[in-house]
């Protein structure tokens, strides 16, 4: 079984570029999350989804952010017009629909540089 | 809201020697808890979790926790520390089961020196 897959792994952008990270969760695997850890820190929960609908965007920034799962393809997290306090090492995390054996997998990262 | 505190970003001990990494919750309800391990540019890896049952949870590589809701602690423990050991690990809380963001401390970062 495929784990979690997270491209590019690295990723260079100029300020003001647009930056799209992908993630395909685990097989049979239908909610998805994103999460952000910042140089020196701890990851920090952005958004939750799950097919075709945002459930919880509490974490993320209100502007120049967004995401989405749509019904087929990866999910899809994007940056707009970053700028250098956007660098930080993004992953993306799935879980089954139900079960007590509840675990969030995580994929391997993509590492945003902002130059 | 919830809360999880690790104390101490940084651990070095020897190898063959006790692995102790601390971590306090802060929540409303008993939530569950997990431990994460990330090595070097790796994405992270479940060492182990609490949901409900037995408050002493065993988990890979040889580690287990406790949980005690009198103080509010998840504590990671290791009897002999490895080389293999050295990587940055992560405490984290959810109020529930599936469907539900995890709140992570800030990591303890473990040396193991030979």
């Known amino acids: 079984n495929a784990g979690v897959m997270q491209n590019p792994r690295h990723l260079v952008r100029r300020r003001g570029q647009e930056a799209r990270l992908r993630c395909s969760p685990v097989k049979g695997h239908s909610h998805v999350y994103w999460y952000r850890q910042l140089p020196e820190e701890g990851l920090k929960f952005m958004v939750y989804l799950q097919k075709e609908n945002i459930i919880d965007e509490s974490g993320m920034p209100k502007e120049r952010f967004s995401a989405e799962f749509p019904k087929e393809g990866p999910s899809i997290l994007r940056i707009q017009q970053v700028v250098r306090g956007d660098s930080a090492a993004y992953f993306c995390a799935s879980s089954p629909t139900h079960g007590q054996d509840y675990e969030q997998y995580f994929g391997p990262g993509t590492r945003l540089t902002v130059t | 809201a919830q809360s999880v505190t690790q104390l101490g970003s940084h651990v070095s001990v020897s190898e063959g020697a006790l692995v102790l990494l601390r971590c306090n919750y802060s929540?409303?309800?008993?939530?569950?808890l997990f431990w994460y391990v990330q090595y070097p540019n790796q994405g992270l890896q479940l060492l182990l979790k609490y949901t409900t049952g037995a408050t002493l949870v065993k988990g890979i590589n040889g580690f287990e926790a406790e949980f005690k809701k009198s103080e509010t602690s998840f504590h990671l423990t290791k009897p002999s520390a490895h080389m293999s050991d050295a990587a940055e690990y992560f405490c984290?809380?959810?109020?529930?089961?599936?469907?539900?963001?995890?709140?992570f401390g800030g990591g303890t970062r473990v040396l193991v020196k030979p």
């Open positions: 984290a809380s959810s109020r529930s089961a599936a469907g539900n963001k995890l709140t």
């Open positions: 929540s409303s309800v008993p939530p569950y």
